[in-house]
């Protein structure tokens, strides 16, 4: 079968899926209206009667506009769902007026100019708030309106998903490239400093249609709106950008159709838009420092890799300071404190000494004032410990007995990260409140228990977290669903505060193979030392299961894998740090390229089963090819088709259930063995 007809075939399943609920919803509708109680709820959008001055109108000089709809309608989220094509200075105002919106236009419009009044999501009807998804308003300042198209998608670059509601800006590529202070080969700030010529936006499926474009070259952005003020905000917000000039004269045919499920138009993408949070500019200061714990304080920065000359604390010496960044940039800074909590006072006072951007964005060595407070604050456990001494004390003295306090909590915390049965694959690990100062591995036992209680000593090891201090773990040659009792006497851990543990007693069971599958990756890269990073997904395709850094051409094993649905997201590591890098739009940088594994069906999911081994082949000079229509398309579709596959499944059990629930009430109300008879007036239980 060619790519051309499976696209096709794909296709009509879905579009047969939206005639099936076409239908469905038309004959309930139409049996209702002969039942003179009850019915379905009203979910058909307003629709526009008629416009004044008319829509599509040329040669436009008005100020005000008045739409008309079917039904009385309301406005809701306007000021993140409407807006103009172009951006207009200062925004028109829209206002309810009987059954239709009125529009005031404030700015003084362009000369042979095409406007879009685009709402976008905020025209409802008044009694179901259903949406009328997209309606706009267009006119043209000058004989004619401008009609060209254009389709594309948005996807985020780091999870290999849609990006919905983004905004779309199109540049005209001749008036940028006569502005070098704006755009050159080496520098791009044509998002940050110029207005658009033309704006769409993005549905909820990353689909975005544009029309009302010119036929002349443009350079295209998108951002995701994540305040909802209409402006890109760089590092908040999600941006994307094409490396080529796109003229939608030059552009290949695309189809569009009607979503009636999600009830707005999409189509066939015809350029593709990785969004990725920038790696821009900002200035280095220090943003915030807190005292959230009496031995530690939280320095963050405004930028990336903080040049600190030194730190000091006048009450704590210097060697009793310990660093730790707690993030990749290291723009956020822990600082324990290794001394007794009794010696350190409520506010710990010092300076930073550190380099720090000016008003010009120079950086220039600056001493700032450091003052951490910190105070206990009083738990809902101390209270009522507070109150049972109180009522104590109170007793022994109306005794004229000695009152003896309660004994003290040990301060000192940890907790266990796994509960359940232990993978053996991660073995045990260990978090503690504070870092450890103190550690006697001789102290710590681990032993195999059998079947006849028969104890065996085991060798272990146990290393510290490169990403966490406070993160320890314990390994050892862990056995298939085997029992072990780790034994830890009291102090052999000593915190910075010097808090040290009780007797810590843990009993082990680790998973049993043979009750989870094994998902086996054959890799072929691209070359022998191109590296990738391997991430088994849940079916959802939201949570990481488990991750494997480093991986190069060979066999790559993902072992304890619950049984069900799962998804292989790869990375391609361009500069093997083992870590997804972002793209930046001044330097004009894509980001690293993120794929979700599909099968020769063009399936994304991965059965599994227990006891089963799963073994698949991945090929990244497939997987990695460049992107281009017709692959971009197979690729929606197949996900199209899984989604509706799932949604009418759902239906489909959501209606059996209605039913089942109204037949039982149907049983229960009518006193005889053919009382359910009386509901065959309606159609509302018949199944499609």
Request: proline share 5%.
């Amino acid at each position: 079968m060619t790519l051309f007809k499976q696209t096709i075939s794909l296709r009509a399943i879905a579009k047969a899926a939206v005639v099936l609920l076409f239908l469905s919803s038309m004959l309930v509708r139409c049996a209702n209206t002969a039942t003179p109680q009850g019915g379905p709820r009203d979910t058909i959008p307003p629709t526009l009667i008629t416009a004044t001055p008319e829509n599509y109108l040329t040669g436009f000089a008005h100020k005000r506009i008045y739409v008309e709809f079917n039904e009385y309608v309301q406005l809701k989220d306007q000021h993140k769902e409407f807006f103009t094509s172009p951006r207009m200075k200062t925004k028109p105002t829209l206002s309810i007026r009987g059954r239709g919106v009125l529009i005031d236009i404030k700015d003084t419009l362009r000369e042979d100019q095409t406007y879009v009044l685009n709402f976008g999501a905020s025209l409802r009807d008044n009694n179901e708030s259903n949406p009328l998804h997209s309606f706009s308003y267009v006119f043209s300042t000058g004989a004619e309106i401008d009609s060209m198209w254009m389709s594309g998608y948005t996807a985020d670059a780091e999870k290999s998903d849609s990006v919905g509601k983004s905004y779309i800006y199109f540049y005209r590529a001749d008036s940028l490239a006569l502005d070098t202070m704006v755009r050159t080969e080496l520098f791009d700030s044509t998002l940050l400093r110029r207005q658009p010529d033309a704006i769409g936006r993005a549905e909820t499926n990353g689909i975005f249609l544009i029309q009302h474009l010119k036929p002349i070259d443009y350079r295209i952005y998108a951002y995701a709106d994540k305040n909802d003020n209409q402006m890109y905000d760089p590092g908040t917000d999600l941006v994307g950008f094409v490396d080529s000039i796109y003229n939608p004269v030059d552009m290949p045919e695309f189809a569009i159709w009607y979503d009636s499920l999600r009830r707005y138009w999409t189509g066939e993408p015809q350029i593709y838009m990785r969004m990725f949070k920038d790696e821009t500019f900002k200035r280095q200061m220090l943003t915030s420092a807190e005292r959230p714990k009496s031995n530690q304080a939280i320095l963050r920065f405004g930028a990336a890799h903080p040049q600190i000359d030194s730190i000091i604390l006048d009450s704590v010496p210097q060697e009793n300071i310990i660093w730790e960044y707690m993030t990749e940039g290291r723009d956020t800074m822990s600082l324990w404190l290794k001394q007794s909590p009794a010696t350190l006072p409520d506010t710990l006072r010092g300076r930073i000494v550190y380099m720090k951007h000016d008003t010009t964005n120079t950086l220039n060595i600056t001493t700032e004032p450091l003052a951490l407070s910190w105070q206990k604050v009083e738990t809902k456990e101390d209270e009522a410990k507070r109150r049972r001494e109180e009522k104590a004390r109170a007793r022994a003295e109306a005794a004229g007995e000695e009152y003896v306090p309660e004994p003290e909590k040990n301060p000192f915390s940890f907790r266990f990260m796994s509960s359940g049965d232990l993978n053996p694959e991660h073995g045990l690990e260990i978090e503690f409140e504070y870092p450890l100062i103190k550690l006697d591995t001789a102290q710590l036992t681990l032993v195999e228990i059998n079947e006849n209680k028969q104890e065996k000593p085991m060798p272990i090891t146990i290393t510290r977290d490169t990403a966490n201090m406070r993160r320890w773990r314990v390994m050892t040659k862990w056995g298939d669903g085997a029992k072990y009792r780790l034994s830890i006497p009291a102090g052999t851990f000593t915190d910075v505060a010097g808090y040290s543990n009780d007797s810590i007693r843990k009993e082990l069971t680790t998973m049993m193979m043979e009750k989870f599958a094994k998902v086996i990756i054959n890799l072929q890269g691209k070359s022998d030392s191109a590296q990738y990073i391997l991430e088994l997904l849940e079916a959802s395709g939201k949570k990481v299961l488990d991750r494997k850094r480093g991986a190069t051409t060979g066999q790559h094993t993902f072992s304890y894998v619950p049984e069900g649905d799962v998804r292989l997201r790869i990375v391609e590591d361009v500069n093997g740090n083992g870590r997804w890098d972002s793209g930046n739009l001044v330097e004009s940088r894509q980001p690293e390229r993120v794929e979700v594994y599909r099968n020769e069906r063009d399936e994304e999911t991965i059965p599994t089963k227990m006891n089963w081994d799963v073994e698949i082949r991945a090929d990244m000079n497939r997987m990695f090819a460049p992107m281009t229509m017709q692959s971009l398309i197979r690729q929606l579709d197949a996900r199209e088709s899984a989604r509706l596959v799932i949604y009418y499944e759902e239906l489909r059990k959501k209606r059996e259930e209605e039913r089942r629930r109204k037949e039982e009430g149907t049983r229960n109300n009518s006193g005889g063995a053919f009382g359910g008879f009386g509901n065959l007036g309606g159609l509302n239980n018949f199944n499609f």
